[in-house]
């Protein structure tokens, strides 16, 4: 499949070009789910956005899909705030991918955009791969106090995939397995 192709199936084609175009430091994180894109997008906002401990939401953000919000996360003096959404529907083609991307503002990075993709899995309508993904430059700081910023790489990696464990259990309603 070409990047166009691939890039048409996405709800929020521009958003999918801009993290694809960013030449930056690269995590992601994986994990399939039995249940629709939808569904687990859907979910992301409860178990993720809204759910982490000691989260201040500062502005609630616009519509379903939350756009313009912001939150505060004090216990790691960081800033989140969601930048653009491909909103799911009813209407849209099953191979559909919805998406959220959110900027990070924090001394250990001068760069920082977060992307979720909600791939739907080929032939099987209630699964789906959540791929969670972040593009980023360590700042000075950042480099400084992290060794580098391989620790904070490590730290994302653990604080995304156990964010996917939760992800999966708001979305099924059940516990996940590791």
């Known amino acids: 499949m070409s990047m166009s192709d691939e890039q048409r199936r996405y709800l929020d084609p521009e958003s999918f070009r801009d993290y694809v175009d960013r ?3 690269e995590i992601r994180v994986e994990r399939d789910v039995r249940v629709s894109a ?3 997008w859907e979910a992301w906002f409860p178990a993720i956005w809204e759910g982490q401990d000691g989260t201040v939401m500062t502005n609630p953000g616009q519509g379903r899909g939350r756009l313009g919000s912001v939150r505060w996360i004090p216990r790691v003096r960081m ?4 930048v653009s959404v491909g909103i799911p529907a009813l ?3 099953p191979e559909a991918v919805p998406s959220i991307s959110y900027t990070v503002e924090h001394f250990s990075a ?3 955009l977060g992307y ?3 791939v739907p899995i080929d032939n099987e309508p209630d699964a789906t791969r959540i791929m969670w993904c972040v593009k ?4 000075f700081a950042g480099r400084l106090l992290f060794f580098g910023g391989h620790v904070l790489v490590r730290m994302l990696t653990s604080a995304m995939h ?3 464990i939760r992800l999966e259990t708001e979305a099924t309603g059940s516990a996940a397995t590791h």
Do not use: H
């Open 23 to 25: 030449d930056e430091w």
């Open 38 to 40: 939808e569904k687990a």
């Open 79 to 82: 800033t989140e705030r969601i």
């Open 91 to 93: 209407s849209n083609a």
């Open 110 to 112: 001068t760069s920082y």
């Open 116 to 118: 979720l993709r909600f």
């Open 136 to 139: 980023w430059t360590p700042s």
């Open 162 to 164: 156990q964010g996917l």
